[in-house]
């Protein structure tokens, strides 16, 4: 099982909306040779962290099947965020488009580009949240518990669903 989080929470291409972008990254995550497009989640609505004045984030997740080495995955995933104008400046930056390996059907690395499973994953209830969507059945591969346990052992962390008016 390979999980890919999808966000943006700045126009793309075009003037795109972050969830129009989103929405056109999962069809070029779908276009990776070798994987299988299995799901993809709702979208949701998050406050940026740390910047709460940034604009908000538009958050999901997608569901492949497939083998492909890590680095390889990631140097295609950098391809995506680029087609979409993302420029890496500071951590946390407001972004185009990010996409993110969770999961490499349970690779366990240290070693970083990428680290694996995401490192930061299990504190982040917008990467939980979408992941159940997807996968209810996931368990982390190095703390060994499940996505149901460990959305319900954060911090409340405000989440809804996404729509373009967010009122």
Same mark, same amino acid.
């Given at each position: 099982?390979?999980?890919?989080?999808?966000?943006?929470?700045?126009?793309?291409?075009?003037?795109?909306?972050?969830?129009?972008?989103?929405?056109?990254?999962?069809?070029?995550?779908?276009?990776?040779?070798?994987?299988?497009?299995?799901?993809?989640?709702?979208?949701?609505?998050?406050?940026?962290?740390?910047?709460?004045?940034?604009? $908000?984030?538009?958050?999901?997740?997608?569901?492949?099947? %497939?083998?492909?080495?890590?680095?390889?995955? !990631?140097?295609?995933?950098?391809?995506?965020?680029?087609?979409?104008?993302?420029?890496?400046?500071?951590?946390?930056?407001?972004?185009? *488009? $990010?996409?993110?390996?969770?999961? *490499?059907? %349970?690779?366990?690395?240290?070693?970083? $580009?990428?680290?694996?499973?995401?490192?930061?994953?299990? !504190?982040?209830?917008?990467?939980?949240?979408?992941?159940? $969507?997807?996968?209810?059945?996931?368990?982390?591969?190095? !703390?060994?518990?499940?996505?149901?346990?460990? !959305?319900?052992?954060?911090?409340?962390?405000?989440?809804?669903?996404?729509?373009?008016?967010?009122?």
């Amino acid at each position: 099982m390979i999980l890919i989080a999808v966000g943006a929470n700045l126009p793309g291409p075009g003037e795109s909306s972050p969830l129009e972008s989103c929405q056109a990254a999962v069809e070029a995550v779908r276009a990776i040779p070798g994987l299988r497009f299995v799901a993809v989640s709702r979208w949701y609505r998050t406050g940026a962290i740390p910047r709460g004045e940034d604009p $908000d984030y538009c958050n999901g997740m997608v569901r492949m099947e %497939g083998e492909i080495a890590p680095a390889e995955l !990631l140097a295609r995933l950098h391809e995506i965020e680029a087609q979409f104008g993302r420029a890496r400046t500071v951590p946390n930056a407001p972004r185009t *488009l $990010d996409l993110d390996i969770i999961d *490499l059907n %349970g690779i366990i690395r240290a070693v970083p $580009d990428p680290v694996l499973p995401h490192p930061r994953a299990h !504190l982040r209830a917008f990467v939980l949240r979408p992941l159940l $969507d997807v996968a209810p059945a996931w368990r982390h591969p190095t !703390l060994r518990q499940n996505v149901t346990t460990l !959305l319900a052992e954060l911090p409340i962390q405000p989440l809804r669903p996404w729509h373009e008016d967010p009122g």
